[in-house]
């Protein structure tokens, strides 16, 4: 297949990792959880099982995490590309509600409506609740899209759909620990 002149063009043009969640000083903390993907290592390319589709599914990969700090109430989950051509990165998930004492969530778990007890979805980029995998411009380049798991200090009242901003108010200042899983996805 030909290469995507729009992609080409843009090939240098990416948000960058620093606006990321990980990056707000008000959601820093130790790095003392650990976060892992049977369908990928860290810095690995995502399989295709789990890229986006406009029509259709969008299964997201099973993750599985190390025990959260004591004290944690509740854990969330913010899926993030940031090498998008934009001047923020574009959210491909959000979960509140997460059980700190699971150690991980199945393959499809953030579907809408998610099967894990008490999770809660929020609209990401493309305004649909869950899991919405990677689907970067052709002949852009490798994106990454960043798996970042917070233990939080206290539980959340969010209800299902809402936004980034919510959700980011909510988790300011009450992170105890947190995880990252990067992945890559890139369409020649």
Not at 12 to 25: F, I, Q, Y
Not at 42 to 62: K, L, M, Q, T
């Amino acid at each position: 297949m030909p290469a995507n002149p729009l992609g080409v063009a843009l090939r240098h043009r990416r948000a960058g990792h620093h606006t990321l969640v990980w990056a707000r000083p008000n959601l820093q903390a130790p790095d003392n959880l650990t976060l892992t993907s049977p369908a990928f290592a860290h810095g690995a390319p995502i399989p295709d099982r789990h890229r986006g589709r406009v029509f259709g599914a969008n299964v997201s990969p099973a993750l599985a995490w190390t025990p959260p700090p004591v004290g944690t109430a509740e854990l969330a989950l913010i899926v993030q590309d940031p090498d998008v051509p934009l001047g923020k990165p574009a959210t491909h998930g959000l979960a509140l509600g997460i059980d700190p004492a699971l150690t991980g969530i199945a393959e499809n778990a953030l579907a809408n409506p998610s099967p894990v007890p008490g999770l809660r979805l929020g609209k990401g980029t493309l305004g649909r609740r869950g899991y919405c995998g990677p689907m970067p411009i052709r002949s852009h380049g490798p994106h990454a899209y960043v798996f970042q798991l917070f233990a939080l200090s206290r539980a959340t009242e969010l209800q299902d759909g809402f936004s980034l901003s919510q959700m980011l108010a909510a988790l300011g200042g009450h992170v105890l620990g947190r995880a990252r899983l990067d992945g890559t996805y890139e369409i020649s």
